[in-house]
């Protein structure tokens, strides 16, 4: 055998290091041509995923990564810039203070809508559109007009709220904003409406979980517990992500599939057309497990950030031309307004609207 050729990243670890004594004659020229070519780019692939990877396989664990945008911008709060809008916090049972905003509507008795976010989107910071940042203030107003008070907090690590972001207290910090919006409406669920997407949906299914009994829920573009982690990772890490997603540790919670067959009360999700963190099967078995529970679904044009944006009052579409063209202020789409209408209606008269 022949000495293993060096090649950056791998030390004396090679791809030649296998090559018989009899292919020593091999010409210089061709072997530095496929040690440049094939060896150095494998190895500069290959480096940070052993490097990674190993460690994980040895000790026996997994790898914790946040789910959430740790971005700390307060260029878009709606504080000091809307009306009724005044700051709220609620302390965690670990220690930690989460912040956000309420929006009061001025209607005695009002519904509180309970928004549990999606990552990259921020009380304080906007929500993320790709090439810039924007308020939730519309949309917000848009529910004060129609009667609704809101209740939003960032997640931990995010806007206001302290840090850092990690998975593990995801579920436990939206159990404490539940319990700061019953403290608002003196502890009657029945006057709250959870309105959670994509990682919010983790927190909701363990609020059902747990016995908790709002007036209703909207889902929009949910995910799964036991699969979001390292389906972005698979989506957000390309090569190495494969490699990775086996091992990263799930936000604890209570998986969609799971809850939303025995769910009591109006559920109404709102599906994707497609996502990257929720692949076919999986889309369907959420879509059969709310049909299970008798939960209408509602299934969008949009995909994944599209209809997160799109819930917040933004819409991309793609022009004629073949450009893009967006749209802002809008309200929340036909059919979760009439839902929430026949919510409230429910609620005021107990015969007044049908939720299912």
């Not at 497609?274 to 076919?280: A, N, Q, V, W």
Request: hydrophobic residues 45%.
């Amino acid at each position: 055998m022949t000495e293993g050729v060096r090649a950056r990243g791998w030390g004396s670890l090679s791809l030649f290091s296998m090559i018989p004594a009899h292919n020593a004659s091999v010409p210089q020229p061709v072997l530095r041509h496929l040690i440049d070519h094939f060896a150095r780019p494998l190895a500069r692939i290959a480096a940070p995923i052993l490097a990674a990877v190993l460690p994980v396989l040895a000790a026996g664990c997994s790898i914790s990564i946040p789910l959430v945008d740790e971005s700390r911008s307060t260029q878009h709060s709606p504080l000091g810039t809307m009306d009724g809008a005044t700051p709220v916090s609620v302390r965690t049972d670990d220690g930690a203070t989460l912040r956000g905003v309420r929006v009061a509507s001025g209607v005695r008795d009002a519904i509180v809508i309970l928004h549990l976010l999606p990552s990259r989107v921020s009380v304080e910071g906007g929500i993320n559109a790709g090439v810039s940042r924007l308020s939730l203030k519309p949309m917000l107003e848009d529910f004060k007009r129609a009667g609704f008070d809101s209740v939003v907090f960032d997640h931990r690590g995010v806007g206001a709220s302290d840090g850092p972001a990690v998975p593990e207290t995801l579920v436990e910090d939206g159990v404490a904003m539940w319990r700061a919006a019953l403290e608002l409406v003196d502890g009657k669920e029945d006057r709250v409406i959870v309105r959670a997407g994509s990682l919010g949906t983790i927190i909701a299914a363990e609020l059902l979980a747990r016995g908790a009994s709002p007036r209703a829920m909207v889902l929009y573009a949910p995910v799964r517990s036991e699969t979001v982690a390292a389906n972005a990772v698979r989506h957000h890490g390309g090569f190495a992500g494969w490699f990775l997603a086996p091992f990263v540790e799930k936000p604890r919670g209570r998986d969609l599939v799971e809850v939303l067959p025995k769910a009591k009360g109006p559920i109404l999700v709102l599906l994707d057309r497609e996502s990257p963190y929720l692949p076919d099967d999986e889309h369907a078995a959420i879509q059969a497990a709310a049909e299970r529970g008798a939960h209408p679904v509602v299934v969008t044009p949009f995909g994944h950030q599209l209809l997160v944006l799109r819930c917040w009052g933004f819409e991309v579409i793609e022009t004629e031309g073949g450009g893009l063209e967006s749209k802002a202020g809008l309200p929340p789409i036909a059919e979760e307004t009439a839902w929430l209408d026949a919510v409230r209606s429910y609620a005021a008269g107990g015969e007044g609207g049908e939720t299912r």
